[in-house]
């Protein structure tokens, strides 16, 4: 069945996509499949393997058996190969974009201009790593030489969420085949298109069979057979604090190692000498960004009380222009949310802010997209930061705003919440801004913006969003292990 990647947007009849195992494209052992959705319209785009244990452990024993052969190549030679996966991804940007919006909700432009673009450069980067994992030598006393050796670990497994589905299968995939590990990826069951249009690619590139291999499936069958088998040496998982804790308990029991980017409640600060304008652009981009369903979302705005009134206002105004439609609209900036499920769960908070803050903006849903899952920007001042909408990872366009006097009080009530990923500061004191990139219990500092990721900078969290760093040199110690060689020269 090597029908995996085909045109879904011709408006014929919803195909079938195969898993990815061994380098072949091919239907579950059971036979199953699931539907996969346009959360735009709620109409079903595909259907998918549904993969089980069955499927899990044919792709586990392919990515094994590939393993000696694909750590022996060169780095040169597994860089060479990620190199020509980043041209195919970019000579194919444009389907991967049309693929990502159509089932993940995320307008097309965004799509086309940010998430196709920085996987290339993810791939690019990742591709000249691979040259570039070495060990250190340690003048030990005695008469020895000592020099440490990086490895790969085996099989890793790579547990992705729906949000930004194809650059979270090449954070994972691409830095642990530098490494010269191979990879089983479970996509979120809700937007796997664009992570199986890129096995096709990986296929087209030429690696080995089983270097990379996809499985398609729920959380609970496929996800935890992944987390569950004694050949697997890893997993990375990105998803919800929850999923998370269940997944390093699982692991435990095999002694895997775990790295984890969990959810987030990130704090977006505004002194009262920041501009004004500026300040809010940057906070609601931070809360309106992908429908705010971004881990590091800017959801708790504490704006300082001499300027709160204005700050506010615009912030209202850059809500009011918001383009709440259809994703592949062109003039879209802001599409539905994932699923029926996710916009209820935003409505639920929706609700409680209702009742125990002021709601200063709710956007008005346009004719003609009651079918699929849209819930526009939502702002509620007033909120307290022991609340439900402020203490609560919402994933979805609804911004708690928060009024503070006091540099010491507002830096102890953004560190006052469970999670750890991100938090920013906008001011234009620059002692002020240092002081609060060195409180922040964040794993990610933004000062006078926010959001910005790249493949060289270390990503992840503090405290309940997790531990482990994915991007940079930090992510290639993750995915390789450390080995001490001690030579005697007597
Ligand atoms: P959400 O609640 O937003 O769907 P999750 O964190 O549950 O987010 O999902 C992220 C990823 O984790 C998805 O690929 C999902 O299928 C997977 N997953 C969910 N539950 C489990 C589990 N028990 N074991 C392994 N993977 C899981």
Not at 2 to 28: L, S, V
Not at 41 to 61: K, Q
Not at 260 to 268: M, N, P, Q, R
Not at 456 to 476: D, L, Q, T, W
Request: proline share 5%.
């Amino acid at each position: 069945m090597n029908q995996a990647a085909q045109t879904i947007t011709d408006k014929g009849e919803p195909r079938i996509w195969g898993a990815f195992i061994n380098g072949e494209f091919t239907g579950a052992a059971s036979g199953k499949t699931f539907p996969t959705f346009d959360p735009g319209n709620g109409e079903v785009l595909a259907f998918l393997a549904e993969c089980d244990e069955e499927d899990v452990d044919a792709a586990v024993r392919a990515g094994l058996a590939a393993f000696p052969e694909w750590r022996r190549k060169t780095g040169a030679a597994r860089g060479k190969l990620l190199m020509k996966l980043a041209q195919l991804v970019s000579e194919n940007a444009a389907k991967l974009a049309e693929l990502e919006s159509l089932n993940a909700g995320k307008p097309i432009r965004d799509s086309k201009a940010i998430d196709a673009v920085t996987a290339v450069d993810a791939l690019e980067y990742f591709a000249g790593m691979a040259t570039k994992i070495q060990g250190d030598t340690i003048p030990v006393p005695g008469p020895y030489i000592n020099m440490t050796l990086r490895e790969p670990l085996g099989v890793i497994g790579g547990i992705i969420p729906w949000n930004f589905p194809l650059l979270q299968a090449i954070w994972k995939i691409a830095p642990a085949i530098a490494a010269g590990n191979t990879v089983v990826i479970k996509p979120a069951e809700q937007a796997c298109l664009s992570v199986i249009y890129l096995g096709e690619l990986i296929q087209q590139a030429g690696f080995p069979a089983g270097v990379v291999n996809i499985v398609t499936g729920y959380g609970a069958t496929a996800g935890l057979a992944l987390v569950q088998h004694h050949m697997v040496a890893k997993i990375m998982f990105t998803g919800s604090t929850e999923t998370g804790k269940r997944i390093a308990a699982e692991a435990a029991q095999t002694l895997k190692p775990v790295g984890l980017e969990l959810g987030g409640k990130s704090a977006v600060i505004v002194y009262e000498d920041a501009p004004i304008g500026h300040a809010a652009s940057v906070a609601a981009n931070a809360i309106f960004s992908n429908q705010g369903q971004v881990c590091t979302a800017g959801s708790r705005l504490f704006v300082h009380e001499n300027i709160h009134d204005q700050v506010l206002q615009k912030i209202v105004e850059r809500a009011g222009k918001v383009k709440l439609g259809y994703q592949m609209d062109p003039e879209t900036t802001m599409g539905p949310l994932i699923s029926r499920k996710q916009k209820d769960r935003v409505e639920s908070y929706i609700e409680y802010g209702k009742a125990n803050a002021k709601l200063v903006y709710s956007h008005s849903l346009p004719d003609g997209l009651e079918d699929g899952f849209f819930v526009g920007p939502h702002i509620f001042d007033e909120v307290e930061n022991s609340m439900q909408v402020a203490r609560e990872e919402i994933f979805g366009p609804v911004l708690s705003v928060l009024t503070f006097s006091d540099e010491s009080e507002v830096l102890a009530l953004a560190n006052d919440n469970p999670y750890g990923l991100a938090a920013s500061v906008i001011t234009r004191d620059i002692g002020r801004a240092m002081r609060a990139a060195q409180a922040f219990e964040a794993g990610n500092v933004w000062v006078n913006t926010w959001g910005a990721v790249s493949s060289m900078a270390p990503y992840g969290g503090y405290k309940n969003s997790g531990y482990g760093r994915e991007m940079g040199f930090a992510v290639m110690r993750e995915v390789t292990q450390e080995k001490n060689v001690w030579v005697s020269v007597r």
